[in-house]
């Protein structure tokens, strides 16, 4: 008996401590994210405009590639989040993944406005317009879309409303097909847009040093932020969802 009953509280006991070590590194993010990413912001702003050297063809107006980029991946990471989540809701049937997806959507759908808006300025000089039908752009633009009609999908619908939560989480995952072909638009079509220089093959153009060192401290700067920002967005739909179902409750007492 005794050789069955000590493993059994050893695991417990190790089960615990791991809870309450996740716990704690979950309750550091307070403290740890908002300075970490003040500085990693400020180092991608000095690398963008005095440390990355000036473009020969393009000039000054290639500097917007340093958050143009970066604001891609932040989408293609917070769209992730929601994918996961997504399926978490259809298999655990927990409605705190749903917020957790929701809070990602929100963050996604900014990154995304932002990337398609800093293409834009990038192109008017560049292409002579600010907006060109090309494939990338276009299924950019669709990816927006698709989850700000997810985001208002969940937005009309109850937080506590589970069948709501797995249509839409249906949804989401149908909708994050699009970031593949996003990636991959560039290579299946004739387009305007460049080869990629992060994600690339090789035979891809490639950046100078200099370049590629300045856009990966700002990819580090925006996807922390990116964090940072779902972990807030994510807190507040709990939050959100929880004076919901405590107002039900009341309202139940109250009509009994």
């Keep these: 008996m005794t050789t069955i009953t000590r493993p059994t509280a050893n695991s417990g006991g190790m089960l615990g401590?791991?809870?309450?070590?996740?716990?704690?590194?979950?309750?550091?993010?307070?403290?740890?994210?908002?300075?970490?990413?003040?500085?990693?912001?400020?180092?991608?702003?000095?690398?963008?405009?005095?440390?990355?050297?000036?473009?020969?063809?393009?000039?000054?107006?290639?500097?917007?590639?340093?958050?143009?980029?970066?604001?891609?991946?932040?989408?293609?990471?917070?769209?992730?989040?929601?994918?996961?989540c997504s399926l978490m809701v259809l298999w655990k049937r927990d409605m705190r993944y749903d917020a957790v997806a929701r809070g990602a959507a929100t963050v996604g759908v900014l990154f995304t406005a932002l990337m398609l808006a800093t293409g834009a300025l990038w192109g008017r000089p560049i292409w002579g317009t600010f907006w060109a039908w090309d494939a990338r752009l276009t299924s950019s633009l669709l990816l927006f879309l698709l989850y700000a009609a997810?985001?208002?999908?969940?937005s009309l619908a109850d937080e506590l409303d589970e069948q709501a939560a797995r249509y839409s989480a249906v949804y989401a995952i149908v909708a994050y097909l699009d970031v593949p072909i996003i990636q991959m638009s560039v290579r299946w079509w004739r387009t305007l847009h460049p080869q990629p220089i992060v994600m690339r093959l090789p035979g891809d153009q490639q950046l100078p040093t200099s370049m590629l060192l300045v856009l990966y401290a700002g990819m580090i700067g925006i996807l922390l932020l990116t964090t940072w920002l779902i972990v807030l967005r994510s807190e507040t739909e709990r939050i959100g969802a929880r004076a919901t179902a405590l107002r039900a409750t009341l309202d139940r007492a109250e009509g009994n």
Excluded: D
């Excluded at 309750?27 to 912001?41: Q, T």
């Design 17 to 84: 401590s791991l809870g309450r070590l996740i716990a704690k590194l979950y309750e550091w993010h307070w403290y740890v994210l908002p300075p970490v990413v003040g500085i990693a912001m400020m180092a991608m702003i000095v690398g963008a405009v005095v440390v990355a050297p000036r473009e020969a063809v393009e000039g000054q107006v290639q500097r917007l590639m340093y958050i143009h980029v970066p604001s891609a991946i932040a989408a293609y990471m917070a769209f992730g989040v929601v994918f996961v």
């Design 150 to 154: 997810y985001l208002l999908a969940r």
